[in-house]
């Protein structure tokens, strides 16, 4: 449901959650790419945001343990945390502008 200027590509680390990836890329039109294995600083929001969910969810957690209410409001929290690469607005002031088509509002300036 992400508008087109926020879904232009994925990048992906080597896993065999990925094996379906070309059929994933046709039914998304998106192009996939691989991080090099061994490279996390190639996925660097998606290693951070790891770090994050792990002050909640410690490594090897059985997430079906969990409600989707209750993930929900894990992700709503983290939403809602200033983060430095945004030039400390939240997530959430950064991406709803994007989502309502208004393309200044809550843009964060380059570190």
């Not at 680390?13 to 991080?35: T, V, W």
Request: hydrophobic residues 35%; contains cysteine; aromatic residues 6%.
């Amino acid at each position: 449901a992400l508008p087109a200027q926020l879904r232009r590509s994925l990048a992906w680390d080597q896993g065999l959650e990925m094996r379906n990836h070309k059929k994933i890329s046709i039914a998304a039109d998106l192009p996939i790419y691989f991080c090099d294995p061994h490279s996390p600083w190639q996925r660097g929001t998606n290693e951070n945001t790891n770090g994050l969910l792990r002050q909640y969810l410690p490594k090897g957690t059985d997430l079906s343990v969990h409600s989707a209410e209750d993930l929900a409001a894990i992700a709503a929290e983290l939403n809602d945390r200033p983060r430095k690469t945004l030039g400390w607005l939240k997530p959430d002031e950064v991406i709803g502008p994007l989502l309502s088509g208004d393309q200044t509002a809550g843009a964060a300036s380059a570190p």
